[in-house]
Structure formats: structure tokens, C-alpha cells
T-cell receptor
Framework: TQLLEQSPQFLSIQEGENLTVYCNSSSVFSSLQWYRQEPGEGPVLLVTVVTGGEVKKLKRLTFQFGDARKDSSLHITAAQPGDTGLYLCAGVRKTSYDKVIFGPGTSLSVIP | NAGVMQNPRHLVRRRGQEARLRCSPMKGHSHVYWYRQLPEEGLKFMVYLQKENIIDESGMPKERFSAEFPKEGPSILRIQQVVRGDSAAYFC???????????FGSGTRLTVV
């Protein structure tokens, strides 16, 4: 069983549309990170959210951390083909160390 | 500043051979993580190392796989007697401290023929 679930698993949209992807867990995280991975490359860190209810904006991308720090969402406005990629959320959980746990990802395809 | 450097970028091995994957973390980063990724799948954690220490190897297969991060030089992920099922992309990431955002390398794509 996945500690972090992401939905939808796959998403294909037209250029210019808006979309939201979700990252959910039954566990509380001390912080949550979002990455984008383009084909053939490693993931790139987009943002880290730390406080429950926190909202961060990165150009057309809006990230929100749930009040209870168990879930997060990523909203993209007016999607562009350059947004195509695998979006991974990752929660930081205290174990014997601050462990980063990755979700399975949402694969986004933006069609011109 | 150079990012996380992984080499080789592509590696082809015959069944039964050894594969050695190298990772040089970002300057100033002392925490190294290895992940495996199959096509159309997410990242699977393998091992977390600090200099000369394995902190968490819970994702590493018990046999044939080993990892090290020596005092000097890159981190090495070693796969002995490779099998077809080892074919995957292997990513290394580094961070300046635990729980901080990772910087990933471009990966090594291992193909076992």
C-alpha cells in the first residue's frame, strides 16, 4: 500500500486548459515537496510547503498544503506543452531520520 | 555549480556481469539517496547514505546489490550478476541535510541483455 496517493494517475489536456492534481495521505507530514520529471531526465524540485494551509505560487502553478498537513494540491492555469511531465509529490516524515516518501506520480500530457 | 553528476548515462551489461553506477553529489551536500524507476512508474527508494555510513537500506534487495559513499570520491551503486529484471533507470539525489528538497542527477539507464 502506498503511503502517498496521487490522482489522477494520467491526465491529457489541451493547451490553455486548467487542471488540478492531488496528493493524499492518512499520515501527517512535516513538509511536502513537489517535483516535475521530464522524459529522460531526473525530477526537479518545484516547491516545498511547510505550514498547514500554506499556498505558494510559481508563475502559473499554485501549490497548497492541507490544513492538517496530510494532503496537497497542484493547480496549473492555462497549461502549456512545456508543462508536460510526471508530477511527483513527496512528504517528509519523521522516522529514525527525516525520511522523504514519494508518491507514484501524475503523468501530465498537454497537447498543443 | 555543477549539479548531481551521474555516470555513465547509459550502461549495457550482459546477464551475469557487474554494473557499477557512480554519483557525485552537489558540492556541500553530504546526504546521498539512490532510487530506481521503471518506465511509466514512480521512484522506488533503494538506499540513503552519508559519508562512510549507510543510514537506510530498507529498499535495497538483500542480494547482489550494494552501495557505498566513501570519504573521498563518488557514491557507488553496485549490482552483481545482473539479471534482465535489473533493467531500469537508476537515479541518485543529494541534499545538504535530511528532509530538505533533493537535487537529482540525470540518471543511469541500465539495460541487461
Amino acid at each position: 500500500t502506498q503511503l502517498l496517493e496521487q490522482s489522477p494517475q494520467f491526465l491529457s489536456i489541451q493547451e490553455g486548459e486548467n487542471l488540478t492534481v492531488y496528493c493524499n495521505s492518512s499520515s501527517v507530514f512535516s513538509s511536502l515537496q513537489w517535483y516535475r520529471q521530464e522524459p529522460g531526465e531526473g525530477p526537479v524540485l518545484l516547491v516545498t510547503v511547510v505550514t498547514g494551509g500554506e499556498v505558494k505560487k510559481l508563475k502559473r502553478l499554485t501549490f497548497q498544503f492541507g490544513d492538517a498537513r496530510k494532503d496537497s494540491s497542484l493547480h496549473i492555469t492555462a497549461a502549456q506543452p512545456g508543462d508536460t511531465g510526471l508530477y511527483l509529490c513527496a512528504g517528509v516524515r519523521k522516522t529514525s531520520y527525516d525520511k522523504v516518501i514519494f508518491g507514484p506520480g501524475t503523468s501530465l500530457s498537454v497537447i498543443p | 555549480n555543477a549539479g548531481v553528476m551521474q555516470n555513465p548515462r547509459h550502461l549495457v551489461r550482459r546477464r551475469g556481469q557487474e554494473a557499477r553506477l557512480r554519483c557525485s553529489p552537489m558540492k556541500g551536500h553530504s546526504h546521498v539517496y539512490w532510487y530506481r524507476q521503471l518506465p511509466e512508474e514512480g521512484l522506488k527508494f533503494m538506499v540513503y547514505l552519508q559519508k562512510e555510513n549507510i543510514i537506510d537500506e530498507s529498499g535495497m534487495p538483500k542480494e547482489r546489490f550494494s552501495a557505498e559513499f566513501p570519504k573521498e570520491g563518488p557514491s557507488i551503486l553496485r549490482i552483481q550478476q545482473v539479471v534482465r529484471g535489473d533493467s531500469a533507470a537508476y537515479f541518485c539525489a543529494s541534499s545538504p541535510y535530511e528532509g530538505y528538497g533533493y537535487t537529482f542527477g540525470s540518471g543511469t539507464r541500465l539495460t541487461v541483455v
